[in-house]
């Protein structure tokens, strides 16, 4: 049996709709590399949290593993902060501090990919419109399952950042 993966915390403050839901998330810090394809940026991070790191520490795998145009990144453990977080060894790998905020997401089963992320974001979006909810920045993918899991069982997510 497998255990459960470490997701960040959030509240949703709002559901609505066709799965759309506004959550309020808390601080996260993310390892992210924009290094080669998606195959070789999920590898990069993997190297990461399977002791390619200052410390050779091993770090829990966590959910999801965020997509956004060309970068991936992995959502570090709640028991890291940037000071105890072990440095990455390879340059591509950045660690970042996001800070809180407010996003609307989708939630959707199956794989992801262009089509139907770009579907699924419209869905989004005129939801949005229809309750005047106004976001910015650019969409960006969530995916929550390893890659055995079957495709009616899979928790992909699209998001977009609230305007406060």
Known sequence: ????VE?????????LE???EIREYRPQIWAATVKGSENGA????????FGDNSHKERIGMTAPVVTEEGRMAF????????NTLPK??????KIESVAPRILAVIRFSGFTGPEKDEKNLRILEQTLQEHGIKTEGKPFVMRYNPP???PFMRRNEVALLVEP
Do not use: C, Q
């Not at 997701?7 to 559901?15: M, N, R």
């Open 88 to 93: 990455p060894t390879d340059e591509y790998i």
């Open 148 to 150: 055995w899991t079957p």
């Open 42 to 49: 999920f590898g990069t991070l993997a190297g990461y949290i």
């Open 75 to 82: 959502v570090m453990p709640n028991r890291y902060d940037l």
């Open 1 to 4: 049996m497998f255990s459960k």
């Open 7 to 15: 997701e960040p915390d959030y509240t949703v403050l709002e559901s």
């Open 18 to 20: 066709n799965n759309v």
